[in-house]
Nanobody
């Protein structure tokens, strides 16, 4: 059974930094895409940062220049370095991964989610 486990969340003051990590267990394949979503109270879950093929990255505008997503050397791990944190970054952060397979020319994507780790930015 595939599991994604996040770590690194917590309480930090505005302007501070946190590093989130996500590791998968139970996999014999490599994820096509790994990314981070967040959900603030009363808001919809949003994509924060994504990395595809271990190289191509994508960020939501509000975190560009502050957050960095990287794939780890260990198989199916991903990290999110968050700098210059703002109160509006407060949310539960979720690790998400996609396993992609191609069968008969058709692409199939399988989604996996972690349980989430809370990040609170407050003085």
């Amino acid at each position: 059974q595939v599991q994604l486990v996040e770590s690194g969340g917590g309480l930090v003051q505005p302007g501070g930094s946190l590093r989130l990590s996500c590791a998968a267990s139970g996999t014999i394949f490599t994820f096509y895409t790994m990314d981070w979503y967040r959900q603030a109270p009363g808001k919809q879950r949003e994509l924060v940062a994504a990395i595809t093929g271990g190289i191509v990255t994508n960020y939501t505008d509000s975190v560009k220049g502050r957050f960095t997503i990287t794939r780890g050397n260990a198989k199916n791990t991903v990290a999110l370095q968050m700098n210059s944190l703002k109160p509006e970054d407060t949310a539960v952060y979720y690790c998400h991964a996609v396993r992609r397979t191609v069968q008969g020319g058709t692409i199939y994507d399988y989604d996996y989610w972690g349980q989430g780790t809370p990040v609170t930015v407050s003085s």
